[in-house]
């Protein structure tokens, strides 16, 4: 049974570009969550789909847009990068709808460097 | 403005010994409270979680003990283990958020041999 799987794993960006992030849930799941996670300091949430609609989302500027497909799978997408977006971008699934707090399981994480 | 604050930043416990990170947090709606376990190169993995209707959860080795009136948690790890270390997230969420959660700073937990 395959966890969460995102792609690419490490990604090099230069300032002012765009960046598309890919996330496949685990299998069951159906809720998919973006974090963004700096050197040192904990993840902080971006935004959650489910039924393919944004339900929630965290504090962080409309360059931060994503996508859920009918598969359940999820796109993050930031545009206009900054050197500040340089961090950890992380998916988690969870098996619930959006009115439930259900445990969150974490993909490995996509390292993103914008230079 | 921090929502969960963490301490301590960094830990070192002997082999055998108690590992115990606090978490405190300011938001009465927050109803869950899990711990998160991060290797390097590795996402968070849940760990062990308790809701406020109970005081005390221990799964294993992990405890978390819950004060609803101080809006303090924290985790005990018994007889730690070099295995062990790594870095440890408390979180809250509240309900009807989806999986909004918002999460502490961290605490790099080495357990020396």
């Known amino acids: 049974d395959a966890g969460v799987t995102q792609s690419p794993t490490h990604l090099i960006k230069t300032r002012g570009q765009q960046v598309t992030l890919r996330c496949s849930p685990k299998?069951?799941?159906?809720?998919v969550s973006w974090y963004q996670q700096a050197l040192g300091q904990g993840p902080q949430f971006i935004f959650q789909y489910y039924e393919e609609e944004e339900r929630q989302r965290g504090n962080f500027p409309d360059r931060f847009s994503g996508h859920q497909f009918p598969n359940y799978s999820s796109e993050l997408n930031v545009n206009a990068l900054l050197l500040g977006d340089s961090a950890l971008y992380l998916c988690?699934?969870?098996?619930?709808?959006?009115?439930?707090?259900?445990?969150?399981?974490f993909g490995n994480g996509t390292r993103l460097t914008v230079t | 403005q921090q929502q969960v604050k963490q301490s301590p930043q960094s830990l070192i416990v002997q082999k055998g010994g108690i590992s115990i990170i606090n978490c405190a947090y300011e938001?009465?709606?927050?109803?869950?409270f899990p711990w998160y376990q991060q290797f390097p190169g590795k996402g968070p993995a849940l760990l062990i979680a308790i809701r406020p209707d109970v005081s005390e959860k221990k799964e294993g080795r992990f405890t978390i003990s819950f004060n609803k009136s101080a809006k303090q948690f924290s985790l005990h790890i018994m007889d730690s283990q070099p295995g062990d270390s790594a870095t440890y997230f408390c979180a809250a969420s509240r309900p009807n958020t989806g999986n909004q959660f918002y999460f502490g700073t961290g605490t790099s937990l080495t357990v020396i041999p």
């Open positions: 988690a699934s969870s098996s619930l709808g959006s009115s439930y707090n259900s445990p969150l399981h």
């Open positions: 938001n009465t709606a927050f109803d869950y």
């Open positions: 299998s069951g799941h159906d809720t």
